[in-house]
């Protein structure tokens, strides 16, 4: 078992202005053990305020994760504390920072930068979440010696970077906290997760992989999660989203796919099952519109049960409009989001900072997802939070909201996991805007982003970010767009696509024979290879630059003895060839199949070094499954 030095903790905060630096002596140290992680929390005390400090190690992984909590124990209001933070060091001078902008909710997210750290580098995220302006994800590459750094915290965070001699030093904190603290109150740093590594870039990102999928990615009968097929009636009624679902057609629906012979492993139901006139923004009424749908939508949940069909139900508790049962019940809890005016609006904040907040919510969410019998708990967040929060921030009591509001929120999450051991949670917030190491310990991201679900190069440029950082994820195998604005079922080319983790088929249950048929071509290759994932080594075989609408796309996953090729020729590609050179052992022989066609192949590693070369007809692509010998 691995043992930490908690002398050397990296924290460092200001009292009324005083810097302290590392942990106070004569602290008690608590260890656990288990399945090859440990778990070391020290104890200790500034007075009234108990500082905790928590570091976990790995016995298979040279990872380090810290994160450090002030709590004031005492009767009266604590001295200001400010610049709250972990410190970090990679033994190398002027390395290489790669960092990413995230989900800006544009076209443009998840591009990637690099600048050489000299006298400083600064970054920080904006609006009031983790992912936005930048990505909690970032890579130092040093000569020698390489560091993976995340960073975990569903706010406003920031980090600075700068060579001192022949180290590199740096700190994470949270982007503003300015705060004294009342009895009872506490303050938590952001979880600083270190992996250290050595090799090139690629080396450190696939073993970040094999790290995430043990340690990190949600577990399910004690396994990492398998593939899911999500199906749903999305629009239903021609309402907005969810708004027109009842239970007979949710049942019906449900009947038609099975019948057609395409049987979901979960059915999806997102915003518009509760009482919102027709318009899905109009949350804060967590109990199902009992005009078109039965108490707690017990009559749909049986019905799965009942076909062995787990439920998807999306909830936006973090925010409750004017009229709405939390507001009428509790409007003390509620944060108003001003306009971009600064005027008031009817959209609120639902505060988790705020007293009995978490514990209602607690027992409403528990009692819906027991009664409808929820297995995936969606999770969203469609507002201008910042906006809310910044009118909290007065004089001594500055970031302090955030911070317990998001330490309400995951409290809240533990709770319910607690109770239902086997639910999953899906972190959405308008998309990617949240997806930290922080949640992603807890939830899985599929909801990646709220753009780009038609722009299949887009999509599959945001892939080499997903697949490097948080593997699980889902796309949508959407509708087919023709020239003269029509929909048209799932075609070839959308599951020549969609070949993620998890994906939602927007085929619809009263689509015709060939529809179906092609969905029962594609979906068990989709299976079989997004199964190959798992652990497997991943390699982006066109550059992201490349990614473009008249070129192509293609990964590979490696597995040593087996695994894959996805290559796509998108729609405005003009070259019907793509040479791809795969990952590949000179002394093996590859054994190809086309999972589509069924055409079968065999080269030595020798000569695949030398460049694979496929024809790609228009508006097509290849999904080539190999073994290894």
């Known amino acids: 078992m691995e043992t930490y030095d908690f002398k050397k903790f990296p924290i460092e905060y200001s009292l009324d202005g005083k810097v302290f630096k590392g942990l106070p002596a004569d602290g008690n140290v608590v260890t656990a053990y288990n399945a090859g992680v440990a778990t070391l929390t020290y104890l200790a005390y500034n007075g009234d305020l108990k500082i905790t400090a928590e570091v976990i190690l790995y016995d298979n ?80 590459i040093g000569k020698t010696y390489s560091q993976l750094v995340a960073i975990g915290y569903g706010g406003e965070w920031a980090a600075e970077f700068e060579t001192k001699g022949d180290k590199t030093e740096y700190f994470i904190r949270q982007k503003t906290l300015k705060t004294k603290l009342y009895a009872g109150e506490a303050v938590v740093s952001p979880r600083l997760t270190v992996m250290d590594f050595t090799g090139g870039e690629r080396s450190g990102a696939n073993l970040w992989r094999k790290f995430y999928y043990d340690n990190i990615l949600l577990k399910l009968n004690g396994e990492p999660l398998k593939p899911i097929l999500f199906l749903h009636t999305f629009q239903i009624g021609g309402k907005s989203e969810f708004c027109g679902i009842t239970d007979e057609n949710q049942i019906l629906a449900i009947d038609e796919y099975i019948k ?32 078109r749908l039965s108490k707690n939508l017990k009559a749909v949940g049986d019905k799965l049960k009942k076909e062995k069909i787990g439920l998807l139900l999306w909830f936006e508790i973090e925010r409750a409009v004017s009229g709405s049962d939390i507001e009428k019940q509790h409007p003390e809890w509620l944060l108003n989001v001003p306009d971009k005016d600064g005027n008031p609006s009817k959209d609120n904040v639902v505060n988790f900072a705020a007293s009995g907040a978490k514990e209602y919510f607690l027992e409403l969410l528990d009692g819906i997802i027991k009664d409808a019998g929820v297995k995936i708990y969606r999770q969203d967040h469609n507002t201008f939070i910042a906006r809310a ?20 929120l995951l409290w809240v999450w533990d709770e319910l996991k607690k109770r239902n051991p086997d639910l999953i949670f899906d972190e959405c917030c308008a998309g990617g805007r949240r997806n930290d190491l922080e949640f992603m310990r807890r939830a899985v991201p599929l909801n990646y982003t709220d753009v780009a679900i038609y722009d299949y190069p887009v999509r599959a440029s945001h892939t080499l970010t997903l697949y490097d950082w948080t593997p699980y994820f889902r796309m949508h195998a959407p509708k ?79 597995r040593t003895t087996e695994g894959y090729i996805q290559a796509v020729r998108f729609e405005n590609c003009p070259n019907e060839t793509l040479t791809v050179y795969p990952q590949v052992s000179e002394n093996k022989t590859y054994e190809f199949c086309d999972l589509i066609s069924g055409e079968k192949f065999t080269f030595c590693g020798k000569d695949l070094k030398n460049g694979l070369t496929l024809t790609i007809p228009a508006r097509s692509g290849k999904l080539l499954h190999y073994t290894a010998k």
């Open 61 to 140: 992984y040279a990872v380090k994760e810290l994160r450090a909590s002030i709590e004031n124990t005492g009767k009266v209001a604590s001295g200001v504390i400010s610049d709250f933070k972990l410190l970090g060091s990679l033994p190398e001078a002027h390395p290489t920072v790669i960092y990413s902008n995230g989900d800006d909710m544009t076209i443009n997210s998840y591009k990637w930068f690099s600048e050489k750290i000299g006298g400083g580098f600064k970054i920080s995220s904006k609006d009031g979440y983790s992912c936005v302006g930048a990505y909690p994800y970032m890579r130092l």
């Open 260 to 291: 057609k012979g395409i049987k979901p492993d979960y059915w999806w139901i997102d915003a518009g099952w509760y009482p919102c006139n027709d318009n899905w923004f109009n949350t804060g009424s967590w109990r199902a519109d009992e005009t």
């Open 389 to 408: 929060l910044e009118k909290t921030n007065v004089d001594g009591r500055v970031g302090i909201t955030e911070n317990m509001h998001l330490q309400g």
């Open 480 to 558: 087919t767009k023709t020239a003269d604005g029509k929909s048209l079922p799932p075609d070839d080319y959308a599951y020549l696509n969609t070949v993620t983790p998890a994906i939602a088929d927007f085929l619809e249950y009263y689509d015709g024979k060939e529809a179906f048929e092609t969905a029962k071509k594609y979906l068990p290759v989709w299976r079989k290879l997004a199964s190959l994932q798992q652990f497997a080594n991943f390699y982006p075989l066109t550059p992201l630059e490349k990614i473009t609408a008249d070129g192509f796309y293609s990964v590979q996953f490696d």
